[in-house]
């Protein structure tokens, strides 16, 4: 085990921040910030991805109630083809980190990039698998990127955004092909750009 990190799971007012939405073709990226209450531990916190839909939402409504602060920040599609999608992806933490009240007094980050940030942070690879504050963000950033593509889902009809949440399927590929892009679809990513 990595003990950097670990001495610093010891300080009070630690951040987790993840994000989600780095791969899909549409829909904005969606990352949380959640500060743990030492005092309250919530149990059966993994990565996001290793959790079914309704196991994450119950973990997500958990993490609201029990975390000591909660934040969820994004970047916008415009942002992401303005930007490119990993300093979008850095904004959107950076957004929700500076949304948490109280200030986090340190931040771990999962990945290997940390976005500027008011307090000291570190990048934590495969952060979401060993630190329960990355992983609780990771929850937290996933049902609600995932509830906001169910939503838009509705506005956008034919794409099958519900099932694929905006991701690269044969599914979602097709429907561009027959319907176009909508202004939800980002068009720095190769395939919607070759439908331009």
Not at 147 to 160: F, S
Request: with cysteine; net charge negative; aromatic share 4%.
């Amino acid at each position: 085990m990595n003990t950097d990190w670990t001495l610093t799971l010891q300080q009070e007012r630690l951040a987790g921040l993840d994000e989600v939405g780095r791969g899909p073709l549409a829909g904005p990226v969606v990352a949380a910030a959640v500060i743990l209450d030492p005092a309250n531990p919530i149990a059966g916190l993994l990565d996001s991805k290793r959790l079914s839909e309704s196991r994450r939402e119950q973990l997500a409504a958990q993490i609201r109630e029990q975390a000591l602060a909660w934040a969820v920040g994004r970047a916008e599609v415009a942002e992401i083809d303005r930007l490119n999608i990993l300093q979008a992806s850095l904004l959107a933490m950076q957004r929700a980190a500076a949304a948490l009240d109280p200030a986090p007094l340190e931040a771990l980050v999962d990945g290997n990039r940390c976005p500027e940030l008011a307090c000291p942070a570190r990048a934590v690879v495969k952060g979401d698998d060993c630190v329960p504050a990355i992983m609780a963000a990771s929850i937290l950033a996933k049902v609600s990127r995932d509830q906001e593509m169910v939503a838009l889902a509705e506005t956008y009809p034919g794409y099958g955004l519900e099932n694929h949440k905006g991701y690269p399927t044969k599914a979602h590929i097709a429907a561009l092909q027959n319907l176009g892009i909508t202004e939800i679809h980002r068009r720095s990513f190769g395939p919607v750009r070759k439908l331009l």
